[in-house]
């Protein structure tokens, strides 16, 4: 497993933007999948975004598509979550998963086995 830690979550009125950052120990990060999955309270984790190992792969959840662009700058070990235009609907906890390799489900959280603490982004109206 790899120890991951995000950050960059807060409070912000609809219409701004945040980037989210996700740090990753180790020294084969270039190799992991990494992908961003948000939790509402009582609901179920939920896929944003995902990248390959290079980078050159991305997938966005529909709901996401042209606000939310997912990057990662492998020299330090980190992915980001630039998001735009945020809606109040995008309110949760914001949570980078990983794994090695792509995993063909990447959209579900049973895919990855490394897991952040989360960050809470709140939209207000």
């Known amino acids: 497993q790899v120890r991951m830690v995000e950050s960059g979550g807060g409070l912000v009125q609809a219409g701004d933007s945040l980037r989210l950052s996700c740090t990753a120990s180790?020294?084969?990060?270039?190799?992991?999948?990494v992908a961003w999955f948000r939790q509402a309270p009582g609901k179920e984790r939920e896929f944003r975004a995902a990248?390959?190992?290079?980078?050159?792969?991305?997938y966005y959840a529909d709901s996401v598509k042209g606000r939310f662009t997912i990057s990662r700058d492998n020299a330090k070990n980190t992915v980001y979550l630039q998001m735009n235009t945020l809606k109040p609907e995008d309110t949760a906890v914001y949570y980078c998963?990983?794994?090695?390799?792509?995993?063909?489900?990447?959209?579900?959280?049973?895919?990855?086995?490394?897991w952040g603490q989360g960050t809470q982004v709140t939209v207000s109206s």
């Open positions: 998963a990983a794994r090695h390799d792509w995993p063909g489900n990447y959209y579900t959280p049973r895919a990855y086995d490394s």
């Open positions: 990248v390959s190992g290079s980078g050159v792969r991305t």
């Open positions: 180790g020294r084969t990060f270039s190799s992991l999948a």
